[in-house]
């Protein structure tokens, strides 16, 4: 397969920095979890083609590079990674605070990368009530046969 | 859009392709979609060009139109539902509530969260049965804003249904019930409503 390697070194494969950062994320308590939305679905199925050509044709200016998991969207436009995290938080813990700390996270995991960040934005799209891992001792609940 | 993309963005002016006229090519790709110019209807090169150009146009609309209708590019019936499963979710959610700016980026809230957060908020004081809730924000002259519009942060007004035990003295309860939702929904996304109203619509027996 003929390659440019200006162009391969160019562009970083982001790939490997969604995964981080989804682990980082959920690992903060007060995330419930990364929420799939119509554009991180649709991204998804499309991403592995788009990519192929993107990183095969891809120049500076041009589309940017994506990346996508359920909940996680992060594309490369010029030298900026710019990030997009659509979330469901536990009421127990402020919700507006947690996606601040999310934030910070994020653009902290993406300079541990050697990248630069862009935009960081977070969607709240759900606040609930997180189940709590039974104790032993507590009360067994009522399976209701 | 450019019919000769040059590897290093635009070539200059000069090295553009031009016709036996002199015009660039670009700019008769630029108004193909327009009538043709007084130049354009007497210039030979100008109308060779533009019929060529128009033939173009017509061949990718119709290998468009062919990929769209074409079986073996269409989504199987276990993606088309998982993309119709997110996007039923998706619109239940409803409209965002901007609520923070920081130098990183934005951080917004789909009202579905917010009013989750209100019943949940209503369901913490003892006795209290939460039901729907709506959220109307009003535009400029107190105008209903648009349902695809941003809710409007500084004027959340909510309608709150609840069901109370029949035992419950309901003034007090209202009171503690408007601080206790005011708060919570404070404390999470920092927005303070302008008005909360509470419709006692069920009395249950205990």
Same mark, same amino acid.
Request: proline share 10%.
């Given at each position: 397969m003929m390659s440019d390697p200006s162009v391969d070194a160019r562009v970083p494969d982001l790939d490997p920095v969604v995964e981080q950062l989804r682990s980082v994320l959920l690992a903060e308590p007060g995330l419930v979890r990364l929420e799939p939305t119509v554009r991180s679905t649709v991204q998804r199925l499309k991403l592995t083609p788009v990519a192929l050509f993107q990183q095969t044709f891809g120049a500076d200016g041009e589309e940017p590079v994506v990346s996508v998991t359920d909940g996680l969207t992060l594309s490369l436009a010029g030298t900026m990674v710019n990030v997009h995290i659509d979330v469901a938080t536990d009421v127990d813990h402020p919700a507006l605070t947690l996606s601040r700390k999310l934030q910070v996270l994020a653009a902290t995991t993406l300079e541990r990368h050697g990248l630069t960040v862009g935009t960081i934005d977070v969607t709240i799209l759900s606040i609930e009530e997180a189940p709590r891992p039974t104790r032993a001792g507590d009360p067994v609940p009522d399976g209701g046969g | 859009m450019a019919v000769n993309d040059h590897p290093q963005g635009d070539p200059p002016r000069h090295e553009r392709p031009r016709l036996g006229c002199g015009r660039d090519l670009d700019e008769v790709w630029a108004s193909i979609d327009e009538p043709p110019s007084a130049h354009e209807q007497h210039c030979e090169d100008c109308r060779s060009a533009r019929a060529s150009l128009q033939n173009l146009a017509l061949i990718t609309g119709a290998m468009r139109e062919n990929d !769209? *209708?074409? @079986?073996?590019?269409?989504p199987g019936s276990r993606v088309r539902e998982a993309i119709m499963m997110v996007a039923r979710a998706e619109i239940r959610r409803g409209r965002r509530a901007p609520l923070s700016r920081t130098e990183l980026g934005t951080i917004d809230i789909s009202e579905q969260a917010l009013t989750a957060l209100i019943r949940f908020?209503? #369901?913490?004081? @003892? %006795? *209290? !049965?939460? &039901? &729907?809730? #709506?959220? #109307?924000? +009003? %535009? @400029? %002259? %107190? +105008? &209903?804003a648009p349902s695809g519009d941003p809710v409007d942060v500084t004027d959340v007004r909510i309608t709150l249904r609840v069901a109370l035990p029949s035992t419950m003295r309901i003034p007090p309860a209202m009171v503690s019930l408007r601080e206790r939702v005011g708060a919570i929904v404070r404390t999470q996304t920092s927005i303070t409503m302008k008005q909360i109203d509470i419709v006692v619509e069920d009395l249950y027996d205990v």
């Open positions: - | !769209r *209708v074409d @079986p073996e590019l269409q908020a209503a #369901s913490t004081l @003892p %006795g *209290v !049965r939460a &039901r &729907r809730c #709506s959220i #109307s924000t +009003t %535009g @400029p %002259g %107190g +105008t &209903r």
